[in-house]
């Protein structure tokens, strides 16, 4: 995968673009999570003993003869649980100091969990948590997912940060049980407390982007800033963390949601490909 990790660019046509996400989809090799659903299924789970009204097809030889009483076996349900995919777009995801910013990577993580997400028959939608209105319903169609990813590729470094607001938007919206993956800085300062929200009820996982200037690595002195989502003149300095992501991971992981910290000068691919094949071991209910 370390071909794709180099290959997010914005100067990447649409075709390039394209394999880039399918390569993720495929490297991620994101939908490992056990189902908890027993029944008709295409997976063994487990033997029980026989009742009344079990098929005589179901019968576990095996293990009737050695217990000495009729056993069944049960197998895993295939499942569909919808996924929201929640890409934050807001301005302080352009920050770049390596070569592929926070929002490239965000892009293209999205179009390959969503292309990983439906070849496990699951549909994906798409909510936009920055000021433009992107909305896409729960959808299985793969042409859907890789025309919103390219579309999307366009950033606006002026866009304000309204993950909060959104995700609390969204909540009422959502009639069963989902899978939320959020992309995103976590710099919106109502961000955790709509999460904690959100994992009432449904299955939520965060990936925190962090490029390596927000540790306060732009060398020694005192110098102005803006900030870019709200306009906001300061005054910092170089050797000053402005933004502490492990205090944000660690109130996450307090309310029993999934995070990993991705680090855009680092190659994290491997590492978010075992996130997401052990996630199920994180506090799962």
Same mark, same amino acid.
């Given at each position: 995968?370390?071909?794709?990790?180099?290959?997010?660019?914005?100067?990447?046509?649409?075709?390039?673009?394209?394999?880039?996400?399918?390569?993720?989809?495929?490297?991620?090799?994101?939908?490992?999570?056990?189902?908890?659903?027993?029944?008709?299924?295409?997976?063994?789970?487990?033997?029980?003993?026989?009742?009344?009204?079990?098929?005589?097809?179901?019968?576990?030889?095996?293990?009737?003869?050695?217990?000495?009483?009729?056993?069944?076996?049960?197998?895993?349900?295939?499942?569909?649980?919808?996924?929201?995919?929640?890409?934050?777009?807001?301005?302080?995801?352009?920050?770049?100091?390596?070569?592929?910013?926070?929002?490239?990577?965000?892009?293209?993580?999205?179009?390959?969990?969503?292309?990983?997400?439906?070849?496990?028959?699951?549909?994906?939608? %798409? &909510?936009?948590?920055? /000021?433009?209105? =992107?909305?896409? *319903?729960?959808?299985?169609?793969?042409?859907?997912? $890789?025309?919103?990813?390219?579309?999307?590729?366009?950033?606006?470094?002026?866009?304000?940060?309204?993950?909060?607001?959104?995700?609390?938007?969204?909540?009422?919206?959502?009639?069963?049980?989902?899978?939320?993956?959020?992309?995103?800085?976590?710099?919106?300062?109502?961000?955790?407390?709509?999460?904690?929200?959100?994992?009432?009820?449904?299955?939520?996982?965060?990936?925190?982007?962090?490029?390596?200037?927000?540790?306060?690595?732009?060398?020694?002195?005192?110098?102005?800033?803006?900030?870019?989502?709200?306009?906001?003149?300061?005054?910092?300095?170089?050797?000053?963390?402005?933004?502490?992501?492990?205090?944000?991971?660690?109130?996450?992981?307090?309310?029993?949601?999934?995070?990993? %910290? &991705?680090?855009?000068? /680092?190659?994290? =691919?491997?590492? *978010?490909?075992?996130?997401?094949?052990?996630?199920? $071991?994180?506090?799962?209910?």
């Amino acid at each position: 995968m370390r071909h794709a990790e180099h290959a997010v660019h914005d100067r990447l046509d649409e075709r390039q673009f394209s394999l880039v996400v399918r390569r993720l989809a495929d490297s991620l090799n994101y939908g490992s999570d056990a189902s908890p659903f027993l029944g008709a299924g295409i997976e063994f789970v487990q033997s029980r003993p026989y009742v009344p009204g079990d098929s005589v097809k179901t019968i576990d030889w095996r293990v009737t003869a050695r217990t000495g009483r009729v056993h069944v076996k049960e197998y895993e349900a295939p499942k569909r649980v919808p996924v929201y995919i929640l890409i934050d777009t807001s301005g302080s995801m352009c920050i770049r100091s390596v070569p592929v910013s926070k929002y490239a990577w965000a892009v293209a993580l999205a179009g390959g969990l969503a292309l990983a997400a439906q070849q496990r028959l699951s549909p994906v939608g %798409l &909510l936009g948590c920055g /000021e433009r209105d =992107v909305h896409i *319903l729960p959808t299985l169609a793969r042409t859907d997912i $890789l025309r919103w990813a390219n579309h999307l590729r366009h950033a606006d470094v002026d866009e304000s940060t309204n993950l909060g607001a959104r995700l609390r938007e969204l909540l009422p919206m959502l009639d069963n049980r989902c899978l939320l993956i959020v992309l995103s800085d976590l710099h919106d300062p109502d961000a955790v407390d709509a999460l904690k929200l959100a994992v009432q009820r449904h299955d939520v996982a965060v990936l925190q982007l962090q490029d390596p200037a927000e540790e306060g690595c732009v060398g020694g002195g005192i110098f102005r800033g803006r900030e870019a989502e709200t306009g906001r003149q300061f005054v910092a300095h170089g050797r000053r963390r402005w933004f502490d992501p492990d205090a944000v991971t660690r109130g996450l992981r307090t309310a029993g949601i999934d995070c990993i %910290l &991705l680090r855009t000068d /680092e190659p994290f =691919v491997p590492r *978010l490909r075992y996130f997401l094949a052990k996630r199920h $071991l994180f506090g799962r209910r």
